[in-house]
């Protein structure tokens, strides 16, 4: 059996500190961001008052319990979105090869699934059949659920991988910490075809993303009797934003979070609390703060959010192509430069993959998250400036996705050697061009 990455994320004492944050931090988080955004105004100010008048007993006065109704629309999203995995059809695609040379086969049935979820979403409201205010209105018992789920789901992910890995590219570390953090399989599966990073980071995790954006938008206009243009520019945006996740997502599977981070508490327990949560949040604060922007300036941001959401779309798209072509391909109108990089895989192979040195990855290693950060800020910046916590996934990803680029950076050199440094020479900066 391979043995876990672990040389090629953080250092053991970085991985205990973190993981002791988010388990301790991250819960109580996203139950104070819920209550300040749907109880205290959206003004953190206002929940401090109130904790520094009520100590630790008011806190946990505000954690809701996980009640029958939270359990029960956990259960009815995740077993709909599970089935439609499972049964609607798709082309058959495959993965990257993976450290211990496997190649995971999929099926690209995200869009149809999308594209289900929403119709039966919307049509279920419609119809009268089931009010998706109901989600709003036991929110934080739903994410208050949702925590201590995860948490087993996560426990569960770590005895299969002990007992019933699906594959070779599984395996401990010999750090049970370590195991249950970074995850013990890259590619877990139920059965043969039951993908369970599939699940959690797509059909769970990006897909509440959209609904919730829907929920937040009905609630507004259920409890206003119209949506104001702040809230239509950022449900827009944020709808624009999953549509092209799930257009792309087979694109995804090529990606660090499915073919190098292994399924554990780090990204699992992400998607699964985190993304509905956190991600959610700028439309979660509009429900109460109708902002009126006014056509001129709703339009203005609604293009550059667009425009973002596109560049960071094509960045995907060109570094795909490229390697779906093996080069034979035009970037910006050119024939693309490029580095012929030779590895090998945990079981002595000899590969090569081509790094591309032109087009948006020419201006720096990472430009994609420029344009991935900018889209978030759009869809927050409907909020305008009043209160600081909307611009917290904002400044929340900001962080993520510059840990990641040095993570990634840290992982290719490795895995590249003198293709990779031959790479940052001809490349100088990690994201911002220029700058950093
Ligand atoms: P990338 O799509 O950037 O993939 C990184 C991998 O691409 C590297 O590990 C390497 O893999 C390969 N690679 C690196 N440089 C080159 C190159 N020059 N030419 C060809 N291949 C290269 O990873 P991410 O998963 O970080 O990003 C994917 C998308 O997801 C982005 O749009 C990003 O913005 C978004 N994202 C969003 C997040 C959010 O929370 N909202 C979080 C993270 C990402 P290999 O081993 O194959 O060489």
């Not at 979403?121 to 009268?128: I, K």
Request: charged letters at 15%; glycine letters at 6%; aromatic letters at 16%.
């Amino acid at each position: 059996m391979a043995s876990t990455e672990s040389k090629t994320v953080h250092s053991a004492a970085l991985t205990y500190f973190s993981m002791i944050s988010l388990l301790t931090l991250c819960p109580p988080f996203v139950i104070l961001l819920w209550y300040t955004m749907v109880h205290a105004d959206g003004s953190i100010i206002q929940t401090f008052d109130y904790l520094r008048q009520h100590g630790l007993q008011g806190f946990v006065d505000i954690w809701p319990r996980p009640t029958v109704t939270a359990w029960k629309i956990i259960a009815g999203y995740a077993a709909f979105e599970a089935a439609l995995q499972l049964l609607l059809p798709g082309k058959r695609v495959e993965g990257p090869i993976s450290p211990a040379g496997n190649r995971p086969v999929y099926k690209a049935n995200g869009m149809a699934a999308y594209t289900v979820t929403l119709v039966t979403y919307l049509s279920l409201w419609w119809f009268g059949i089931f009010n998706p205010t109901i989600v709003y209105d036991h929110l934080g018992e739903i994410f208050s659920a949702l925590i201590f789920g995860s948490l087993i789901f996560c426990v569960f992910l770590y005895i299969k991988g002990h007992l019933a890995p699906s594959s070779s590219d599984s395996g401990s570390c010999g750090n049970i910490i370590i195991d249950f953090y970074w995850g013990m399989e890259l590619y877990p599966r139920i059965s043969k075809n039951f993908d369970i990073k599939v699940f959690t980071n797509c059909r769970f995790g990006m897909m509440s993303w959209a609904v919730l954006a829907v929920t937040y938008c009905i609630k507004q206009y259920e409890q206003n009797g119209r949506v104001a243009d702040s809230m239509l520019v950022n449900t827009i945006l944020m709808l624009v934003y999953v549509t092209k996740f799930f257009w792309w997502e087979a694109g995804y599977w090529n990606t660090m979070d499915i073919a190098h981070d292994r399924a554990g508490f780090y990204i699992c327990w992400g998607c699964l609390v985190w993304v509905p949560s956190i991600y959610t949040s700028p439309g979660m604060y509009l429900v109460n703060h109708p902002v009126h922007l006014g056509t001129q300036l709703a339009l203005f941001i609604l293009a550059a959010g667009l425009l973002c959401i596109y560049i960071n779309y094509d960045c995907d798209r060109q570094r795909q192509e490229f390697r779906r072509t093996n080069g034979k391909c035009l970037v910006w109108g050119k024939a693309p430069s490029k580095i012929v990089a030779s590895y090998q895989t945990t079981s002595g192979e000899t590969k090569t993959s081509l790094l591309l040195t032109s087009g948006w990855w020419g201006l720096s290693r990472h430009f994609h998250y420029v344009p991935e950060i900018s889209a978030a800020f759009f869809w927050t910046v409907p909020a305008l400036f009043n209160h600081f916590l909307p611009y917290f996934y904002v400044v929340f990803l900001t962080v993520l996705l510059l840990d990641r680029a040095k993570r990634d950076d840290d992982r290719c050199r490795s895995k590249y050697g003198k293709y990779w440094k031959l790479y940052c020479d001809k490349v100088r900066y990690r994201v911002v061009p220029g700058i950093y």
